[in-house]
């Protein structure tokens, strides 16, 4: 097969949901209508992640298994689905963030009843300032939840995006009866089966095809009629184009646990998701269908044994084929590596990846040569760029208990900081570390991993820093005048970016006004910023 048809036939998306939405369940139905596993319960629920607040160890258990279902592929209508995986513990959102720079799409799932949720908000900016197409299922519609209409709004207000059902629900709760595709003018109605995998669809003639009142009595019908006529009045017709440039959402509606609603979803996203898109780096962007290879890591899991430092990397590939036992290039280092074992992951099962093509993700064993964002290459030098670090939320100092242990506590501390553990911000002179986090099980983490895997000791002293920004000025000087003015709150990051440290939005604002030739940016790719797709 030509790499043009690997590149057509691909589809990389990522689900996501604030924690309980249903992410797990139906990242599970779409697995068992593609076939990929035979029953459900294979995909591991978060669980434990969503209990535990402190029991971290139970956590990376789950991380661990994760790892297996990091990136599970299948194959459905001849089309190869990859299916990202993102972590449902709010306090590891940063890995979310980070895996959604790998993915061409996404399924935003809301649940009906509690509506668009915080979590939700704060992964969809990150979509936006992608320009990431986006589809919405709206789960549980057995259950009483909101009117479809006002949730229609609530995601349109709340999310900053248009919306556009193609399909609609007839009934909620206990009166749901089913679903009514706008698109084809067909009927799927709702039978709670959790068992059945198939829903089946009536083929009717129209709104006013006396079968419709046979199946759902009079006043569902003329209800029915009515939300039809609303929508084709209001809303505009669908538009691919403004779906595939991120800013319309085609919504349907369904629930995962009951099989109902997925095939639908899952047959129109293979329809409408783009395939493998080009990706812009440093110097140029690079196109799917360029010859040569060429991929980043935007994740990084270790191995929690100390007897096995080796960590697995998760490269997505960006353009060309990616082949097993061959030499690429990696830019930063500057160094050649090859892989002898590039590994796929589904569900329980590894296999070996002889080769691999652009929206695909292999997973590479690494004993310490990647940080988030590496690049390799054929041989080009260029850098992928769009991998930001946002800012954390939670700021603590980290100090040495162990005074004989400073070495080990540095290299840890970075190496931990290159895998995404946590952001790590220095202060000079005096070398002093700030840890940025989005929750307070990362610190748990890092003081776990440094004893366990470094052997140094560290705790963690409160320090007055509520936001993280990013800084640029007008001419040097500009930033020299600043950061010395400042100095007790600029730190750099790991890639030697000056950041202020504020302790108060006011912090910000003052700054800001006292130093008009300054920016202060969300990210660490402010060059990059927004609109660059
Ligand atoms: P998450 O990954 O987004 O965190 O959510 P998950 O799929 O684990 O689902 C959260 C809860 O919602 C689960 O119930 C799941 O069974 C339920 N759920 C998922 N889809 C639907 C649906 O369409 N309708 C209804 N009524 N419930 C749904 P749980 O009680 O937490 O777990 P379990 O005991 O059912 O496994």
Redesign the pocket.
Known sequence: MSLQSEIAKRRTFGII?H????????TEKLLLFGGAIQKAGAVK???AD?AATSDFMEIEKQRGISVATSVMGFEYLNTKINILDTP?HKDFAEDTYRTLTAVDSVIL?VDCVKGVEEQTKKLMQVCRMRHTPVIVFV?????EGKDPFDLLEEIEKELNISTRALSWPIGIGSTFKGVYQLHDKSLNLFSASKKHIADDSIAINGLDDPKLEELLGERLTSKLKEDVELIETVAEPFDRDLYLSGYLAPVFFG????NFGVQELLETFIKIAPSPQGRETDTRKVEPNEPKFSGFIFKIHANLDPNHRDRIAFCRICSGTFQRNTFYQHNRLNKKLKFASPTSFMADNKSLVEEAFPGDVVGLYDSGNFKIGDTLTEGESLQFIGIPSFSPEIFRELENSDPFKTKQLEKGIHQLSDEGVAQLFVQNPGNRKIIGTVGELQFEVIQFRLKNEYGASCHFRPVNISKAKWISATTPQELEKFTRRYAQKIAFDKESKPVFLASSAWDIEYAAKEYPAITFHETSEWEMLVDKK
């Open positions: 949901s924690p309980d939405a249903g992410k797990t369940t139906l629920s978060n669980k969503k449902g799932v789960n549980k519609m057995d259950r629930s995962a646990i009951n």
